[in-house]
């Protein structure tokens, strides 16, 4: 089988309406392709490798983590500096003791609601892959370089050329290119329910062209955790200039790629999720590899003892609704696949 064999089975059967997928190397793009509609209700779009996608919370490592790196990396902090109680290496980490997600738009600040009802359990006890980690990163990063979209802009993507394939925010006239997600918010109206919270605010039409995380669209766009748009392509370009050392020092990438919690529940670098053994869309790689993946059927890998080949996996899974599907057994098939 082949990795467009693959995805087509996957459209076919439901699992998402579209994909698109971009594989390679430091040296450059080898194999890519798109397939599905992009949008598929109440109209149909075809997806083609222009297609850009909501990638959820691959944000958190393409972007936010970089640009803490890159804080770091000209000494603006370190990594055991502080930041309202918290270290810069345990929200990276998600070792904060903070639980995974608060419906932060139901609060009038959300600084404060993070404070006063985030942390659930001690710092460094536990890994909780928690939004908030990063919405505080959020609230670092606009005190050390000023407005995050600005900031991400001018050090990313206009740095590497995709600003025009790499956006927060993407304007109206785009909509057209984009992958549509959820029809409402059902996802997070049960989470509230969950939690006994009024699920207040929550959007009700089709999401197309707006970031799907409510807490970041609440927030204007982005609040670390979510927000960017981005092609394959332009997700494959910041992952390769990761590993080129061109967004930060490669021996801060190589920092940043060690385990920094084992024998707790996740594998864990500053800001990357790390190969597990056990994990149906990594164990198929390297015990080196690194990368994110994303709510909306998103992800981001690099192995570097396959040369540090670089996998890139688009989809929009929660379209038209998030219903439940085994995106973690098919991001193993397409890493399989995709391997050397």
């Given at each position: 089988?082949?990795?467009d064999?693959l995805?087509?089975?996957e ?10 997928y971009?594989?390679g190397t ?7 392709g798109?397939?599905g509609?992009a ?5 149909r779009v ?17 972007v936010t983590a970089t640009l803490i790196?890159?804080a770091?990396a000209?000494?603006?902090?370190a990594?055991d500096d502080?930041?309202?109680?918290f270290?810069y290496r345990e929200l ?14 139901t609060?009038?600040d ?5 404070l ?7 710092a460094?006890?536990?890994v909780?892959y ?12 606009r005190?050390?370089?000023g407005d ?7 050090r990313?993507?206009e740095r ?22 959820e ?13 006994n ?5 929550l959007?009700?039409?089709l ?8 807490n970041s ?10 927000g960017?748009?981005?092609?394959a392509?332009a ?7 990761i ?5 930060y020092?490669r021996e801060?990438?190589?920092?940043s790629?060690?385990n920094?919690?084992p ?5 864990r670098g500053l800001?990357?999720?790390?190969q597990?053994?056990t ?8 015990p ?9 059927g998103?992800?981001?890998?690099c192995d570097?003892?396959q040369?540090d ?13 998030a219903?439940?599907v085994?995106m ?7 890493h399989?696949?995709?391997s050397r």
């Amino acid at each position: 089988m082949t990795i467009d064999e693959l995805l087509q089975r996957e459209i076919d059967v439901g699992s998402f309406a579209s994909a698109t997928y971009v594989v390679g190397t430091p040296d450059g793009i080898e194999q890519s392709g798109a397939h599905g509609n992009a949008v598929a209700v109440p109209l149909r779009v075809k997806a083609t490798l222009g297609t850009i996608y909501d990638v959820a919370s691959t944000t958190k490592a393409l972007v936010t983590a970089t640009l803490i790196l890159q804080a770091v990396a000209e000494r603006r902090i370190a990594l055991d500096d502080r930041f309202h109680g918290f270290t810069y290496r345990e929200l990276l980490t998600h070792t904060s003791g903070l639980q995974a997600w608060l419906p932060l738009y139901t609060y009038d600040d959300y600084l404060a609601a993070i404070l006063a009802h985030g942390r659930t359990h001690e710092a460094g006890t536990k890994v909780v892959y928690s939004d908030l980690n990063f919405i505080l990163l959020w609230y670092a990063l606009r005190e050390l370089f000023g407005d995050y979209v600005r900031a991400a802009n001018e050090r990313i993507f206009e740095r590497l050329g995709i600003d025009n394939d790499a956006m927060f925010n993407p304007p109206a006239y785009l909509r057209p290119s984009i992958a549509a997600t959820e029809w409402g918010q059902r996802y997070e109206v049960k989470m509230c329910a969950d939690r006994n919270v009024p699920a207040r605010g929550l959007r009700e039409g089709l999401i197309w062209g707006e970031t799907h995380d409510g807490n970041s669209f609440h927030a204007g766009g982005t609040a670390g955790n979510a927000g960017l748009f981005a092609t394959a392509g332009a997700m494959f370009r910041i992952m390769q200039a990761i590993v080129r050392g061109e967004l930060y020092p490669r021996e801060l990438l190589e920092e940043s790629t060690r385990n920094y919690t084992p024998g707790l529940e996740e594998n864990r670098g500053l800001g990357w999720q790390l190969q597990s053994p056990t994990a149906n869309a990594t164990k198929m790689l390297s015990p080196r590899a690194f990368g994110h993946m994303g709510f909306t059927g998103t992800s981001a890998w690099c192995d570097p003892e396959q040369g540090d080949r670089i996998f890139i996996l688009l989809t929009n899974r929660v379209h038209p609704c998030a219903a439940p599907v085994g995106m973690q057994a098919i991001r193993g098939e397409f890493h399989r696949l995709a391997s050397r």
